[in-house]
Structures are given as C-alpha cells and as structure tokens.
C-alpha cells in the first residue's frame, strides 16, 4: 500500500492508483472535478486539465516538488507523495484559467440546453468560472445535427472530452465517429453521412459531460430539475437492466444509466432499455434515487413528496430517513 | 578546422553519393562502432561526448539512451526526427539535402547502441522532395552492405525507412511524432510513460532530431573525451545555427559554441551584418518559440557581459532578460519590423498547429491569435494587452506537450520587451490601420 | 485539413470506385510491409499522400473508404487522420497547389508583398482556384526553408527568394507546362517512396 497526503488528509492506496482516484476514496471538497477522465473508460483523461493539482512532494525517496502542475487522473500515486489542491493558490488560479478556456468558444446557452441541470461544465463554471466572461471574440458555430437516430449532438457545445469515442471504442465496439480536424477547429463527426447506431450507442449520451449529446426522446420534454429520478429495473437480454427513470408524474420521461457521485454510470445500458422502455409497466421501480445535494435536482425537494428523506448537510450527500 | 565538423566535407563535389562520401572517410565511425565496440561502449562514448539535443530541448543525448529498457523483449526502435517545422529552423534540411550519408551513418552507429533493428526517419510532409535524396543514399548504404543483414560481416542487421508526415507542426513533438508514425492523428501522449519504455507501438524507442543523429558520427570519429572539449562548459561540440531574417547572408552555419552572438551577426563568416546598413532591432535565437530580445539584450546580457552562443549564455537571465538557445532557428529583425506583426505571425502559427486535444492550447492559441490581430489592425483595446498576457500565462506550463509552453513564450516576452509598440498599435489606430507593417518608431510624435 | 472547412459539413460517399494501378498497388504492399505485421495502420500517410497524387490531387470519402479497405482499418480512422493533416485536401484543387508561406521570417522578408502580389497575379484569394483549374492558392505556415524567404511551394517544388519578378517567372513556367513535372505516372511513387 502507498501513503498519500492530500490537502493534509493521508489516505492508504493500492499500487497503481492515480491521484484522483485516491481523492475520490476521501472524497468531499478535496476531490478534483474531471471533465474528461472516466474511469469505465480506458485511455480516458490527461485533456481537459481541470483536475490539475500540485505535487508539493513527490515522494518519500525524492522529497521535492514538481514545477508543473499535474493531471491528477493520469497521475499515479507514490509512496509518500503529498498533494495539494484545494489549499493550493496556484492550482485553484489555474483551474479558474482553465474553465474560462473550456468555456470561450462555449455557446452559454443553458436556458435552452436539455443538460442544464446535470451538466459538468455547468457545475464547473459555478464553482470554479470566473463571474463575467473576458471573452469578446468570435464563437465557433456549428448547427446542431442528429448522429443517431435518436441522438442529438451540440458540437458548439462541445469540450473534446473524447470520451463519447472512447465508448464508441470500447462498449459500443463500432466506431463510425470521432474526432476530426485540428486545433480549435476539432469536432465530433462522422465525416461521411452516418449515424452511430447500435444496441449500446446510446451510452455516448449517458458519458457526455455537457450538453453536446442529447437524448432526442427527451429533447425539450422537461428540465430535468422537473422530473423524479427513480432507480428501475426490467429484464433485459442486452444489458443488466438497471436504469434510473426520470419521471414526471406516472409518465417516464427519460431513461439512463444510474450515474454515481462523479456522474459516471454504474453500468452501461442498452438502447432498448433507454430509448424504447418510456412506460411504467415497463419497468420495477425500485425508489427516488440519491441525488447530490448540490445538484439543482434537489431543489424540487422531490424527494420529501415521495419518500422521506433529509439533506446531511456535514456530509454533502442526500441520506435517506429511516 | 574553423569548427566545422558536421558540414566539413559539404563542398567536396558529389559528398551526397555513397562513393565519395566513402572516400572522403565516410562510415568509418559505423566500422568503428560495429566492429570493435560494444552498445553500451558507443552509449558510453556519447554521454562522454556531452552531446545535448539538437531539436530545440538540448536535453543529453547520452542521458536519454541510457534510459530505454534494455530488459525489454520487445523490439527496440530509432526514430529520427526530420519534422524540422519550428519557424525559423531549416538546418536539418540542409543536412539531409547535401550530407545524407552524414545523417545515415550517425543513425547506424545510433541504432547499433540502442540495438534497433528497424529505425525510421520522420519526414515533415513539405519536404517531400528530400524523400527522393534520403531514399538514393538509403540504397547505396544497401548495395554497400551498410545496412541491411549481417552489416560488414558482423552479427548486426538494421533496416531504415523514410516516412513523410503530412503537415503537422506538432508531429515533431516525439510522441505525437510516434502517434503519428503508428498511422494515427499526431496527438502528443501523456508522459508518463516515456518512449524508453513504451513508445513506437508500445516498444522502446528513442526520437532524436536529424543534427543530433550527425554528430554522433562524428563523436565516434574523434571520441566523446575530445568532442566534449570543443565548444564552452555545458554545450559541447558544434551547433548548427540556420540564420535568417534581415541579415546579409541567410543560411545554415555551423558554429563552436561559444562564439559571442554579436560575431555570429556582424561577422562576415556567419550572417554579415544587418541587410541594408539598417540597425538591429530583435534577434529570436532558437526557433519562433523562445522568448525575443531586444538588440541590448541579445548582444549583453543584464549583467553587461558578452552574450555567447551556448545554451547557458543564451538563457542567462531566465525569461526577465534571457531567452534559449533552442533549435538554432536565429530569425533577425531589423529596426522597421513590427514586433506587434510577428508576434501575431507566431500566435497564429501555434493555433493553426494546436492538436486541440488538450483545452489550455486548443482554446488558449486561438484567442491569442484573434487579440494580436485586432491590436495589429487598429481594432485593440487598452485593456487587451494585460488580458493577452494574462491567457499566455495560463496557457504556459499547463498542456500535455510543450506546444503550449511554445505558443505561450513569444508573445508574453513580446509584451515584456516591447510593451510601448502594443501600446502604440492601440492608441493610434488610425495610423496602424492604414500603415499595419513596419516601424511605428517613425510614426511617433 | 483544409484551409476553409465548412464547419461540420458532412460528405457524402459518391459511390466512385478508385482502385490503384496495378503498379501503385504493387508498391503499396512493399510500403505495407515495412511495419511490423499487425501494424500495417502505419502506412496509412504514405498511402494517402499516394492516393492523392494518383486520384487527382485531393481525397474524398470513396478514395478514404478504399484505402481504408487496403489497410483493414475502419474508414473513420482514415477520415480522422486526413483531416488532422493539412498537406490533405478534401476539397477539390487545381493542378498546382502553390502554397506561399505567412510566418514570422516570411513577412520580415516582405513575404506579405508577395501574398498579395499572388492574389492579384491569379485574381483569385487564398483557398481559391483559377477559373481554368490550374491553380489553387494556399497561405500556410512555416515551411521551412526560412533562410531562402519569402518562400512558396507548387506541388512538392520548392521556390525561393521571390520577387515579383520571380513570381512572373515561376506562374508562367508553370502554366506553360502541358503536364505535372511530377504526374502520377510510374516514376513518381518510385522516386518518393521506394528504396530500390
């Protein structure tokens, strides 16, 4: 096991862990937001650099700093190594550059975005954005267009996180888009007239961090502070068959993978679960689900009106009342 | 020997063809190597050598051979890096247009000490006609019994291939450069891991710039002892330094290190003076990516000393009132260039050459570039230049590969040393609007 | 990549089948096998860089598809490597590409001068082609040879120290030239890409 100090809190980790996977055993404040890593997704991370931290020590055997701040999901721990981030000046300065960069060819147009809500980059620029943008230049335009034929992509709101081709790799194992071009000029595309379709394309949706990818069921349906998250499940053939269901009243609006604290699925599900299922008898629904405090999700209080529970205010998370 | 090594032999007529590249004493450091010295003996002479990367890091030759996994069961490879793409660099095309063989046989002895089977050379796409020269001299070393199996008889085989980029500044970026290679966009890897362990398809692999892979003929010829004597201190050996610019004679030089910069731009052997009587304004040393300085700074550093041709002296200072020695890209401005212009040329440059796989650089060049125009066409604002500063400096140290770092440098140290011509460029924007090159100096008062 | 790509155009397959010549194909599989097996993606720029050159000068998505097949690779990573690239054009070009450098050493050289004498010369802009397909203009960055300023480059001839004389010179040369210098005969994949 490898000791790990971070913001003055010493965890123990296996061999191999990187550092923000440590911070996440912690958890709380001092864990790095990620805009990019995904830890069900192989190759993932090291781009959006919003997980930046500074090595004060690099190790026990070689006790000194690092000049350069490091990507906390691609950086693995050693022995002794003692990490700041949230107690760091620089790294919360730089974070701050680097949400003010994610978000000057963004379209801020969350009023109108079926993500609004849910959205990392949202969370991001709440607690690291700067309040006014220094930003007075063009904006990168594209018109939004279907990738499949129940998939929506924003490529104006688009990060280049790859993490929807990185799945179209690994768990869709069909890759028909990705990255072209180059520089700012970058985007997701087909190239040719295509759309990425699969029994488990879907899931691009589910691993967008922001609202570049929609569910074209739900587009424009509710906002999803509106509706109930419930945990569900069915038989499937495909895919294990848990779900959260996004309800509004009986009627289910919007079926999806049951997304942790990160907002990373706990697995990954199948398209007929997702876009097909959009009735209660489909389904066995378990209970509301655990929604971050933080999140504006909790603001409906949904959860009180159908099951008793209290906000733990210490913890930062949602416990449900006995 | 005036210290000239690498291009000692350049004006004897036909060195590019093997025979005479072979009379003149060609490839006897390749029968040196392979027939009395071991890998770690040519390793070992290397680092003696102090040889520091030509392609613009100057990190130790020696140092970073001596890191590749010789545990390894994989297959070892050499990588030479021919993407010469820095603005204001073309030395290695001139060494591979006139010395191929120079460059072949320093790659032999090189991939011997690493013991790779298969080396490459990485070609800049634009330099597609140089795949015509390398290829000739690839078979001639072939039908020589060079390269290819059992070379001179003994035990080693080695196969080289010339590969062209397409385009892509960042794909001189090693492992962008391997990415690239393996047939894929040229994105730069996370380090680590480093090429020594898993680098050309995940095998190690070392990437060394085309000046680099030269001396190491040389090295071997004259010994690493002997060649760590030429040159001042740290920087050891000879430099090719391709000066261009407002300058008399543009062109690829090669110098000891250790020559003061002002002979190397007033001279008559290097770059003859500034064209046209005019006086020198800036000099960029390494590469449009180090930090400019103005004449003082360039000629004497701070201190007041002589500012000499070596990595040390060049970045004496730091980044206040120093700048780097780089890839010897040594671009001259004279008194009418606009630094607002060159600094927009440069900025523009790295957001046309971004991967744009990392936010800092992919968002960062690009809003860097649309400000420098502004302010070089009359369109700034007062509070454009902090602002400008202040994204270079969130760029800078904050990317997976030194691109950012890069792009970064030339206009935070345009704005440290010539503050008053952005200054200028916005509180007349009339005067820049109509007459956008230039010295503004003459529109003044 | 192109120099004014029409954000997010989608192509669309012509349905065209290329196919190399018998010799081209010949040499492909020798540049094929100087991988290591497994690894044959790695030709996938030398192969493009080819297929340009013997379909006309730019690729589309039929020319990408058939490489694509050479290769065993999915067509995507085809279109993700040709438009990261920007020697690969995807829209059509002339017969020569003239592509004038704009970075720093160009323009203290008066390169700038030369862009716009360019531009007027052909009556034509930068990613445009004259109206008899001869030529296409591109202003790219650095090409290297920064000591020989300002510098263009017509296919893979570089062209030095221009002047507008120069320029005269060099357009006229190459208007009069009933063929490519570099056509894509036999000789060219030879001369470019093979050791032997």
Known sequence: MLRLTIDNITVEVEEGTTILNAARKIGGKIVPPAMCYYSKLKGSGGKCRTCLVKIANTSEMDPRPIPKLVPSCSTLVQNGMVVENTISEQVLKERKAITEFLLINHPLDCPVCDQAGECDLQNLSYEHGLEETRYEEERREFAPIDIGEKIKLHMNRCILCYRCVYTAEQIINERVHGVLYRGDKAEISTFVENFVENDFSGNIIDVCPVGALTDRTFRFKSRVWFTNPMDAHRNCEKCSGKVALWMFGDDVYRVTGRKDKYNEVEEFICNECRFEKKKTSDWIIEGPRKINRTSVISQNHYEKLTKQSIINPTEGKTEQQE | MGGKILLEKINIPGIETFDIYRKSGGYSAVEKALKTMTPAEVVEEVRKSGLRGRGGAGFPTGMKWGFIDRKSEKPHYLICNADESEPGTFKDRYLMEHLPHLLIEGMICSAFALEAKTAYIYIRGEFKYLIGILNKALSEAYANGFLGKNILGTSYCLDIYVHPGAGAYICGEETALIESLEGKRGNPRLKPPFPAFFGLYSCPTVVNNVETLAAVTSILNMGG???????????????????????????????????????????????????????LKAVVPGGSSVPVLPAQLILKTASGQPRLMTYESLAEGGFETGTMLGSGGFIVYDEDQCMVRNTMSFARFYHHESCGQCSPCREGTGWQERLLYRIEHGLGRAKDIDLLADISKHIEGNTICPLGDAAAWPVSSAIRHFRNEFEFHIEHPEIVKNISHGNIDKYRK | MSENHNKHEIYKREGKLYKFSDYTLKRVNEIIERYPEGKQKSALIPLLHIAQEEFGGSLNADIMDYVAGLLSIKPIEVYEVATFYSQFYLDNVGKYVIEICQTGPCLACGGDEMIDYLKTKLGIEAGETTADGIFTLKQVECLGACGYAPVMQVNTCFHENLTKERIDEIIDLYKNQAEKPQSNDEKWVEKFYLRK
């Open chain 2, 225 to 279: 002892d002997f060649y760590s004597k030429l040159g001042n201190g740290k920087s050891t050996g000879t430099k090719l330094i391709s000066a261009c610019g407002n300058i008399n004679k543009p062109g690829v030089y090669e110098i000891e290190m250790g020559i003061t910069v002002e002979d190397f731009i007033y001279s008559e052997k290097y770059c003859g003076g500034i064209k046209g009587g005019k006086n």
